[in-house]
């Protein structure tokens, strides 16, 4: 059972959807290993739009099962809207393509309580988050006081521990945010009403077996990016759990498998949404420009995406992390026009050069970039398929970037559609369709 990794390299948004969507032409099985509806990943395939937030984007093809793991948490009334939303768009998600650990622990309506509450109190020091209960349903779940999909099963249980944890909760929300208490019978009821449709998806015991037993391609899908993560992004402006490739296993609890391709997913720039430290951000012209160009609106939030230039000294540091072994480049389409583009090469920090990512967020907001700046092209690229098509100087740029990262790129995105892609191993040896590929590397 080989495994092929794809995740964020930067803060997120880098396109993940419609890269996973391409590769899983070759997979039997998709794996969402770590987070929660906080992420939302955007498809788009002939005139339809797919906003995919729990549900792994492998969903859209046919014969591919869908798994979110152990490392996830899961709001049941957003998963339900998703399934219904699909539905309506003629893909129909039910136990034959969607399986969910029993593990994988429960969003309740405390934590989206508490997630509202604290940003709202929290003054000039927000980080930005959704709201939707991300963060105090891992805390919940690193004190062992959280509820997984498994205890639905138990309905005294689950209601026994719904009083336990709402002893505290309610101590909160009635003398430190003036809120009125939450009633446990009341959310038990609510819980009950999703109950059979989440148990109908649950994981039996023979399911990973039976994965592990199969010679398909497992696609272990990440959320977010890595310099979000919890421990090595741009703490404490980052989500609440592990988005580096290394947590795949342990997020999904599929392990000791060879991995064949780990990819690092790199938007042609950079964009961030929410509060914290982005030092090649563009206030001007040209940042507006990628916002507008770049539909930098976020799928999950609404929110407009700050936008600014590529930044090889963050991604130096996430490749280190991450140990990746090719890039896909997104967005290239978006910087079509521009007369030239900027890459942030080093930084000065109090007056001093570095090419190394600080550690301290107090550090990062102090940096000043260096830029290398290069020849743009005029030429429209959307939807160009073979690298021969590209502008010399859109190659020449994304050979930079290559060589500047040791890192070969695998596939570039000239357009948000499945087939506006260009997929191949190296200049040298190009090949059309990265997932044959594999598969051809894998047997």
Known sequence: MPLMLVSGAQWGDEGKGKIVDLLTESASLVVRFQGGNNAGHTIVIGDKIYDLHAIPSGVLRDGVTCFIGNGVVLDPVQLITEIDALKQKGIIVDSN?????????????????????????????????????????????????????????????????????????????????????????????????????????????????????????????????????????????????????????VGSGIGHAPVIENIALVKAYTTRVGNGPFPTVDTGEDGKRLQKNGHEIGTTTGRARDCGWLDLVALKYVISLNNYTSLAITKLDVLSGFESIKVATAYTLDESETDKFPSDVSELEKVIPIYTTLAGWSEDIRGITEWNQLPENAQKYLLFIQKSLGVPISIISTGPERNETISFVSQESSVKNLADFLKAQHN
């Open 97 to 249: 393509n969607l399986v969910i650990s029993p593990k994988a622990h429960l969003i309740m309506p405390w934590h989206k309580l508490l997630d509202m509450s604290r940003e709202k109190n929290a003054g000039k020091g927000k980080i930005g988050t959704t709201g939707k209960g991300i963060g105090p349903a891992y805390e919940d779940k690193s004190a062992r006081t959280g509820l997984r999909v498994g205890d639905l099963r138990h309905k005294d249980i689950f209601l026994n521990k719904i009083k336990i944890v709402l002893q505290e909760k309610n101590t909160l929300f009635k003398h430190l945010y003036n809120l009125p208490e939450l009633n446990a019978q009341d959310i038990f009821d609510e819980y009950m009403r999703y109950a059979d449709g989440l148990l109908s998806l649950v994981a039996d015991a023979s399911f990973d077996a039976e994965a592990i037993a199969q010679k398909e391609i497992v696609l272990m899908e990440g959320a977010q990016g890595a310099l979000l993560d919890i421990d090595h992004g741009t703490y404490p402006f980052v989500t609440s759990s592990n988005t580096v490739a290394a947590y795949a296993s």
